[in-house]
């Protein structure tokens, strides 16, 4: 399953006077966000609150208009939450896979 990063391609970057920054991801991804949040809390001083749950979840939240920074959902959930309007279209970034193969998660931007 691929990963995408929604609410900007550079969403850290445009929350440079946010002391808190919610981050929503389904546990596939924990390893690697665990470890990015702990480096980027160290690097900024700004708190990421990383909260996990399972795709159908995830969804709901989201639908049920709840806020957050940043989502870490599949495309798939990506395209459908754009065509519902409840994320901007074009607003993503894939940033990796998840899955058996254990591939880090990773930018794939150029």
Known sequence: ?????????????????????KVISTPAAS????AV????????????????????????????DESFDIAVVSPKVVGELEQQGKLV?????????TGRNKIPLRSERG
Do not use: P, Q, W
């Not at 390893?31 to 665990?34: G, V």
């Not at 279209?89 to 896979?97: E, H, K, P, V």
């Open 89 to 97: 279209t074009g607003a993503s970034l894939n940033m990796g896979r």
């Open 37 to 64: 949040a702990r480096d980027f809390e160290r690097a900024t001083g700004h708190k990421v609150m990383l909260e996990y749950s399972n795709i159908a979840t995830m969804r709901g939240r989201i639908n049920a």
């Open 31 to 34: 390893a690697a966000l665990n």
């Open 1 to 21: 399953m691929t990963c995408a990063l929604i609410v900007g391609a550079c969403a850290i970057a445009f929350v440079a006077d946010a002391a808190e920054i």
